[in-house]
C-alpha cells in the first residue's frame, strides 16, 4: 500500500493550531460513497526544522523582503516567523501520534538534531536542496531512523554519493523521484525518472514527491510504481504564503487520497480471468444462441436457424456443434433462447 506523506511545511503559517487543523484533515476517514467503502487515510504529516543560524548567509537574512507573502521586513525576518521552535515541532507531533497519523520531520541543519531530545520521529526527509550536505546526511544516518531521499536537485552522482554516506549506518532508506520547480510544469516532470530509479536502485523503496497543480501526477505515479507519495497541504489555497497556491486544500487532500487508494485496490495482478463480480452483467448482456424462427417438438435445428441475443446464460456460439442436427424436444418460440431442457 502507497505511504502518503502530507506535507505541512511552512503552510501553517506559524501557528501550531493551524498545523493541528491539517493534521485534523488528513486524519479523517476516507468513505467512497458510490462503494459504500471505506479507505485508508494519510499516513503521514511533515514539518520542516531549520536552524536559523545554519540557514543562510548574513546578507541574505538581511535582505528585505517586502511582497504579499512576506511575515517580515527582511527574509530573515520572514524565516523567523515561519520557523516552530522544537516544542512545538513535539506539540504536532503529539497531536499526530494521537490522531494515528506518522510524523516525518526534515532537518535542515545539524543544529536542528537538538529536536530528537524531545521525541523520535518516524521517518527523516532530506530536502532536495541537502542531498550534496554530505556532513548533514551523515549525522542524520548516524541516528538509524529511518531517511527518505528527496532528488528534486540530484542527478546520479548526488544520489549515489548521498547513499555511500547514509549506507555507513543503516539502509532503510527510501528514494523520492521529485522536480525543484515551484508548481512543477507538466512537460518537466518525467515520471518515467521512477522507473529508471526503480530498476536502478532495487534495494530501495522509491517514491514521488509532487509539487505540480491538482492529483494526476500523484496518480499517475502510483501506477508506475510509486510506494511513497508526498504532497503539500493547506486548509486554504488562497491564504497568504508561497506554498499555499501548490497545494491541496481540504477537498483535494480527500480526492487524491480517495482515488489512491481505489487505483491500489484497481491493480490487482498480471493475468486475465473473469472476475466473479461481473457474473450478473455477463449473464445480462452477454449473448446466447437463440431461434430465429418457430420450432415445433421434433424440428431438426440446423445453422441457419439460429443466432445471438441475450441473455448470456445459454449456448455461446462456440458450442453450436452441441445444438446443430439436435431434435427440439419443445416448442420454441422465435427469438428466444436455446436451453439444455429444449433439445434431445
Known amino acids: ?179 525543484s520547480e515551484y508548481p512543477t510544469q507538466y512537460q518537466n516532470v518525467n515520471l518515467k525518472t521512477i522507473t529508471w530509479l526503480k530498476n536502478n536502485y532495487p534495494n530501495y523503496s522509491i517514491g514521488y514527491s509532487d509539487h505540480t497543480i491538482g492529483i494526476a501526477t ?21 491564504m497568504k504564503g508561497t506554498d499555499q497556491a501548490g497545494s491541496l486544500a481540504i477537498d483535494g487532500i480527500y480526492r487524491m487520497v480517495r482515488d489512491i487508494r481505489n487505483l491500489e485496490l484497481s491493480m490487482g495482478e498480471e493475468d486475465i480471468f473473469i472476475e466473479d463480480s461481473v457474473k450478473i452483467a455477463r449473464e445480462k448482456l452477454e449473448r446466447s444462441i437463440a431461434a430465429n424462427k418457430d420450432f415445433k417438438k421434433g424440428d431438426i435445428i440446423t445453422e441457419e436457424d439460429i443466432h445471438m441475443l441475450s441473455p448470456g446464460d445459454g449456448y455461446k456460439w462456440a458450442q453450436r456443434s452441441e445444438i446443430i442436427g439436435k431434435k427440439a424436444v419443445n416448442d420454441i418460440s422465435k427469438n428466444e433462447i436455446i436451453y439444455s431442457n429444449d433439445i434431445s
Open 1 to 179: 500500500m502507497t505511504y502518503i506523506i502530507g506535507e505541512i511545511g511552512q503552510n501553517h503559517n506559524g501557528s501550531v493550531d493551524i498545523a493541528k487543523l491539517i493534521v485534523d484533515v488528513v486524519s479523517r476517514p476516507i468513505h467512497d460513497k458510490l462503494f459504500n467503502k471505506e479507505l485508508k487515510n494519510m499516513d503521514a504529516v511533515k514539518l520542516t526544522k531549520r536552524d536559523l543560524s545554519q540557514e543562510l548567509s548574513a546578507s541574505q537574512m538581511r535582505r528585505v523582503y517586502d511582497n504579499q507573502n512576506s511575515f517580515g521586513k527582511t527574509y530573515g525576518e520572514h524565516r523567523q516567523f515561519l520557523e516552530f521552535n522544537d516544542e512545538q515541532h513535539y506539540e504536532v507531533y503529539k497531536y499526530a501520534k494521537e490522531k494515528k497519523i506518522d510524523f516525518v520531520e526534515t532537518l535542515c541543519a545539524i543544529g536542528c538534531l537538538s529536536i530528537l531530545k524531545l521525541f523520535t520521529p518516524d521517518k527523516l526527509k532530506v530536502a532536495s536542496r541537502d542531498l550534496t550536505n554530505l556532513p548533514l546526511l551523515e549525522a542524520l544516518a548516524e541516528t538509524k531512523i529511518p531517511i527518505i531521499l528527496s532528488t528534486g536537485m540530484a542527478g546520479k552522482m548526488e544520489l549515489d554519493n548521498a547513499l555511500d554516506i547514509i549506507t555507513k549506518y543503516h539502509s532503510d532508506i527510501s528514494i523520492l523521484h521529485c522536480v
Open 218 to 238: 500523484p496518480l499517475a505515479a502510483v501506477a508506475m510504481g510509486s510506494q511513497i507519495i508526498e504532497k503539500h497541504l493547506t486548509l486554504d489555497r488562497q
